[in-house]
């Protein structure tokens, strides 16, 4: 009995474990995608997309982290949300406005 719990925690890890990296590869895969593009922006819109990149690199970050079994999911989940706040403050500011309106 004792060895078949083991198995199931083993297996459910191993799920948990691969979800948590394929979603810092998913991230990373939307950040190699854009990072040719900033060459070709302003200065203010090239830091200001830098910005925004830089955070979805902390998630990835994260998201390994928790795979590796160095952070549980609490701190997975404060990571990622503050993550959205950061998101949501560069969003927030005045020349972010001027942007998106341009678009």
Known sequence: MKGLAGTRMFAW?????????RT???????VD???PLLTALPED?????????AELVMLSQA???YAAGWIDR??????????????????????????????
């Open 13 to 21: 890890t191993g799920w948990r474990t691969r979800r948590a990296l």
């Open 24 to 30: 810092a590869q998913l991230l990373d895969e939307v």
């Open 33 to 35: 995608g854009q990072l």
């Open 45 to 53: 819109r090239r830091r200001r997309s830098a910005d925004y990149l």
């Open 63 to 65: 998201y390994r982290h």
């Open 74 to 103: 609490r701190e997975l989940d404060r990571r990622g949300h503050g993550v959205l706040d950061r998101l949501s403050e560069l969003r927030a500011q005045p020349s972010a406005a001027q942007v998106t309106d341009c678009d």
